[in-house]
Each structure stands twice: as C-alpha cells, then as structure tokens.
C-alpha cells in the first residue's frame, strides 16, 4: 500500500524538542519532495518545510526557519522533521505529504496537488 505515515507528536514544554517522523511505504522517497504542514486548532493549514530529495534543495517557513531541521534515513525510507526551541504557537497538527517532483513549486504553492498525505500528529507545546 502507498502511503506516508506521521509519527512522533506529543506534548512539550516551551523551549523543548521533538522529532517528527514520516515513514513512506509502498515507494522510494529518492525522487519525491517531502512537505511538512499544519494546521493550528481553528486555522488555516500553513507550510512549514518542503525538501527535494533528489538534490537536496529544502526550503521553510519564517516562523520555523533556524528551529527545524528536515533529515532523511534512506535506509528507513523515513523523513524526520527535527523542531527546536519549540513555542505555544507550533501548537498543530502536524502533516507530511509526498509527491514525484525535483522542484518545490507544488509543496509550497499548490500543497493540495501532492499525491501523498499522511493523516497527521498532534505536537502540543504547553507548560
């Protein structure tokens, strides 16, 4: 079965760190980009980071930019989303989404139009 799955949320205090997850199964991320999103309780879903994986070209949002950090474990077939410094206002759920592609235009401009999306994880950051 096709698909990417979100792992890795929870509840942090401000300040904290947590690693997101998004396992790929039924294909190889090697030519796929990866885009993190959310989507905040009563908002509009909004990008956080989108990566090629075919040459590494990453991008993120402002508000996450120096805080988060997008890896790969090509053995795992996994995309990990590193955030740091973490604030109440990450407080969403978090979705990752793949689609075949060398460049970001669709992750960051037409999101709805990647062919993967995971079901999302809930990251709480609260004290």
């Known amino acids: 079965q096709v698909q990417v799955v979100e792992s890795g949320g929870g509840l942090v205090q401000p300040g904290g760190s947590l690693r997101l997850s998004c396992a790929a199964s039924?294909?190889?991320?090697?030519?796929?980009?990866i885009g993190w999103f959310r989507q905040a309780p009563g908002g509009e879903r909004e990008g956080v980071s989108c990566?090629?994986?075919?040459?590494?070209?990453?991008w993120y949002a402002d508000s996450v930019k120096g805080r988060f950090t997008i890896s790969r474990d090509n053995a795992k077939n996994t995309v990990y989303l590193q955030m740091n410094s973490l604030k109440p206002e990450d407080t969403a759920v978090y979705y990752c989404?793949?689609?075949?592609?060398?460049?970001?235009?669709?992750?960051?401009?037409?999101?709805?139009?990647?062919?993967?999306w995971g079901k999302g994880t809930l990251v709480t950051v609260s004290s």
């Open positions: 990566s090629s994986l075919s040459d590494g070209t990453t």
């Open positions: 039924g294909f190889t991320l090697d030519y796929y980009v």
């Open positions: 989404a793949a689609t075949p592609s060398h460049g970001l235009g669709s992750c960051r401009y037409v999101p709805e139009s990647m062919d993967y």
